[in-house]
């Protein structure tokens, strides 16, 4: 938890420099195949700071962001197993050292990409899950790729963009209120429209 919070603290002092924007960048694209912090914080301290840029911030993270996802599908496709049904150091690398990146956790993704395909994709990149994971497992189980960019872009642009937008207007009175319940609320956000598409998909 130290380490965790060393970075997250290391990660909102780039609001105060002029390399802020690269920063954000750098780090949308990294937490997208294996840093475990993810960029919203930096995102809202540099709207806070210029909110004339708020959507050209949401921009530059979303950008950064789906390219990172290519990076973890490449890590997967590529590098991920030494034969068929045998993990390579790269992935036992992974398993050890990102948290939340456990070999349980990459089975029981490839279940839900098989049953769920772009939903899964979407509400990995909406939601708080750890995207890495699904970006990695995505490639090392060949997921179609037109599918996994095309739900990356949309999840990963709503969600940057909707937080660009309520600090651009609402301010520092909701930075609160998103760092306390913006993840509870992108699950409830991603489980109603999903049910919606089932609920419409059985109905008719």
């Given at each position: 938890m130290k380490l965790l919070r060393s970075l997250y603290d290391w990660v909102l002092h780039w609001a105060e420099s002029p390399y802020g924007p690269i920063a954000l960048f750098v780090l949308a694209f990294a937490e997208s195949s294996f840093f475990p912090i993810p960029p919203d914080a930096l995102l809202i301290a540099l709207v806070l700071g210029s909110k004339s840029k708020a959507f050209k911030f949401a921009g530059i993270t979303t950008v950064g962001s789906v390219l990172g996802a290519l990076l973890g599908y490449a890590?997967?496709?590529?590098?991920w197993w030494n034969n068929p049904g045998e993990f390579s150091?790269?992935?036992?690398?992974?398993?050890?050292?990102?948290?939340?990146?456990?070999?349980?956790?990459?089975?029981?993704?490839?279940?839900?990409?098989?049953?769920?395909?772009?939903w899964i994709i979407f509400t990995a990149g909406f939601t708080p899950i750890p995207y890495k994971v699904f970006t990695i497992t995505?490639?090392?189980?060949?997921?179609?790729?037109?599918?996994?960019?095309?739900?990356?872009?949309?999840?990963?642009?709503?969600?940057?963009?909707l937080v660009a937008w309520l600090i651009w207007k609402f301010g520092e009175q909701i930075k609160g209120f998103i760092d306390k319940y913006f993840n509870w609320l992108a699950i409830l956000f991603t489980v109603l429209l999903i049910g919606g598409f089932v609920v419409i998909k059985y109905l008719f």
């Open positions: 890590i997967g496709y590529f590098v150091s790269i992935a036992n690398f992974f398993f050890a050292n990102i948290p939340g990146f456990t070999e349980k956790l990459f089975g029981q993704v490839k279940i839900l990409y098989d049953d769920w395909n772009f995505g490639g090392a189980f060949n997921i179609n790729l037109f599918l996994f960019i095309t739900a990356s872009v949309i999840s990963r642009a709503a969600r940057f963009f």
